[in-house]
């Protein structure tokens, strides 16, 4: 089992930054790929980003390159999302989850058995 908790979630102008966190904890078998979701209320949840320890590598969908930056302490398993520039559009629950075993660029929602509660972010003027 893994336990996932986020935060760094707030209220910001459009154009400001936000960092947010999610820490892992509990099973430490292996290493667990992990991911941000975001999901406006009654849609879908939307893959951000994903983590690969095997390779270290970070997979963005186009529509997130850019703006959007990850990366990783591993002595406090821990998954930064860095968000700049940023948008009405961007308002969103985001959520933190966690998979033992994943395929690169897979960032489907059922892909993934571990979820944090999530971390809210709106973007306001």
């Known amino acids: 089992q893994v336990q996932l908790v986020e935060s760094g979630g707030d209220s910001v102008m459009p154009g400001g930054s936000l960092r947010l966190s999610c820490v892992a904890s509990?099973?430490?078998?292996?290493?667990?790929?992990m991911a941000w979701f975001r999901q406006v209320s009654g849609n879908q949840r939307e893959g951000v980003v994903s983590?690969?320890?095997?390779?270290?590598?970070?997979y963005f969908p186009a529509s997130f390159k850019g703006r959007f930056r990850a990366s990783t302490d591993k002595a406090k398993s821990t998954l930064y999302l860095d968000m700049d520039f940023l948008k009405t559009d961007d308002t969103a629950m985001y959520f933190c989850?966690?998979?033992?075993?994943?395929?690169?660029?897979?960032?489907?929602?059922?892909?993934?058995?571990?979820w944090g509660r999530g971390t809210q972010v709106t973007v306001s003027s």
């Open positions: 509990g099973s430490t078998t292996g290493p667990y790929c």
């Open positions: 983590y690969y320890p095997s390779s270290g590598r970070f």
């Open positions: 989850a966690a998979e033992r075993y994943c395929s690169y660029g897979d960032l489907r929602e059922n892909a993934y058995n571990y």
